[in-house]
């Protein structure tokens, strides 16, 4: 498939092989909910996915990135081949625009199946994109995802958020009782 | 009317174009803003997909400083606004998820009992403060510019969660409008800006915005117009950052910045000087 522009491009996903020390979860595990999952989709396939296509003909992402492709998803999950989606690029390009969701005319939603995926990979210690980090511990760190910057202007200068008369961040308040009550809701998480 | 002000992470980080026009703008037409103290990131980004109970916590946890504060959220982004009617409603679903989240609450002496609701600016905008008051204030109507609006996905998907806007969104239309321009359709107005690729993919996080940004420019329009931090950066910010392409030299505005030039405010005042797109191209038209 072209586009009109004749660019489509492949993903590049810069991945980072998470240092799991602990996976949250083990191989039988990953196993299990794989076999869930593919029995879920597939009885949803067999009596409701007609696989029409119309989740990807609406999807922004498809038309642009070769190897990204909500139909072919979730028959990939009906045929059981998690483990490859879990080791591949595909559900990280995902932008959860919920067009699939909406168009969709039998409600089943790639979207939602991608989150859980993503959230498999991410427990089971399969990678995910590296960028991420900085915000899960930006947000431990200093609340936010970011941490105010100094930016430039068009013509180059550049400037803080005083010099524009703002008032520094107003924070989580106290920032060490925040992380531990942060990273005390993360490993409650896993634990469950 | 009194808000309980939530910006969101880019707005106040980095994007400072949105928030200056935001408070500059929406004081002049009586909103009051409140800070909310001890706020913190909604949790969307950084741990829906790594830990869904973490964020659910963080979107709460905001919530309740807002309930304490006896007021209603107005957010500035898309995303936030999403985050908290999502965690709202799971909440609401899930009383043992409800009880994980009250007990973590507990330890800064917060509770959360869903006795307030989020706004988006486009919906205070368009349904309170009402489009006929919005064109009151203009001094400086903005004719002649012919302009694309981009509501953005979360202004208006899923449906089923009551978003600011309807599944065929008009509002932002009515309030660009309303400022004496004129709004025109163009292929995949409703499409993502693609600013969820911005963090994991950073090779091809731009096609999706270009495509968007290329039909804005072959429908003719003068530039276009959007309502969330992460669509603004995807489509100003990050519009000529890939190397050896064509520079699209797209304008790109935020609504708040945009009602600020029609309401005489100083350029200034509304950070033009940050976005990063020919935005004079509107102004000086």
Redesign the interface.
């Known amino acids: 498939m072209r ?1 009109q ?1 004749g ?1 489509l ?6 991945r980072k092989r998470v240092k799991c020390l602990s996976p949250e979860i083990n191989e039988t595990e990953v196993r299990f909910i794989s076999r869930m999952l593919t029995r879920l989709v597939g009885e949803m396939n067999a009596t409701v996915c007609e696989q029409c296509g119309k989740c990807s003909s609406a999807c ?2 498809s ?3 070769e190897g990204f492709n909500p139909r072919r998803l979730i028959a990939k999950v009906s045929l059981g081949k998690i483990d490859e989606l879990l080791r591949g ?1 595909a559900i ?8 699939c ?2 168009r969709c005319p039998e409600d089943v939603s790639p979207y939602d199946v991608i ?1 859980i995926l ?2 498999l990979a ?1 427990r089971a210690g399969y990678g ?2 590296a ?2 980090d900085d ?2 511990e ?2 431990i760190g200093r ?7 100094a ?5 180059g ?1 550049k ?1 803080s ?1 005083g010099d ?1 008369g ?1 008032p520094e ?6 920032m060490a ?2 992380s ?3 990273k ?3 490993k ?3 634990q ?1 | 009317m009194k808000y309980a002000f939530y910006p969101g ?2 707005a ?3 994007q ?1 174009g949105c ?2 026009s935001a408070k500059e703008t929406l004081g002049r037409l009586g909103l009051e803003l409140e ?7 909604c ?1 969307y ?10 964020w659910h ?2 979107a709460a946890r905001n919530m309740a400083l807002a309930e304490r504060m006896g007021l209603d959220i107005l957010t500035l982004c898309n995303e936030c606004n999403l985050s908290f009617k999502q965690v709202k409603d799971a909440l609401s679903k899930d009383p043992q998820l409800k009880r ?1 989240v009250d007990e ?1 609450l507990r ?2 002496g917060l509770e959360y009992n869903a006795r307030n609701e989020t706004y988006h600016v486009v919906e205070v905008l368009h349904d309170e403060i009402g489009v006929k008051r919005v064109s009151d204030s203009v001094e400086n109507p903005l004719e002649g510019l012919r302009l694309a609006t981009h509501p953005g ?2 202004l208006f ?3 089923e969660l009551g978003m600011p806007d309807e ?1 065929e969104p008009h509002k932002l239309d009515a309030l660009v409008e309303a400022l004496g321009a004129e709004t025109v359709d163009y292929p ?1 107005k ?3 800006c ?4 911005y ?6 996080k731009l ?2 915005a270009r ?1 968007k940004l ?1 039909s804005v420019r072959e429908s003719g329009l003068d530039g276009v117009v959007t309502v969330c931090p992460h669509c603004f950066r995807m489509l100003d910010t990050a519009q000529d950052e890939s190397p050896g392409r064509e520079r699209l030299r797209v304008p790109v505005i935020h609504y708040t910045q945009l009602l600020g030039l029609a309401m005489g405010v100083s350029t200034t005042r509304l ?1 033009l ?4 797109s020919p ?1 004079e191209q509107i102004y000086r038209l």
């Open positions: 586009t522009a660019e491009v492949s993903l590049q996903v810069r922004p992402v038309k642009m990135i690029d990280w390009t995902c932008t959860a625009c919920l067009k969701r909406e989150l993503r959230n991410y995910y994109p960028g991420y915000f899960i930006g947000v609340g936010f995802i970011s941490e105010p910057q930016v430039r202007t068009r013509d200068w400037v958020r524009l703002l961040v107003s924070g989580p308040g106290d009782q925040f531990a009550v942060v005390g809701i993360i409650a998480g896993r469950g | 992470c880019l106040q980080t980095e400072f928030l200056l800070t909310m103290d001890g706020s913190s990131c949790g980004r950084s741990y829906r997909f790594s830990s869904p109970i973490t916590f963080l994980n973590a330890v800064e996905c979360h998907r899923p449906k599944a995949g409703l499409d993502c693609g600013s969820s690729m963090t994991p993919d950073e090779g091809s096609k999706v495509r290329r950070g000087q940050f976005n990063v935005v």
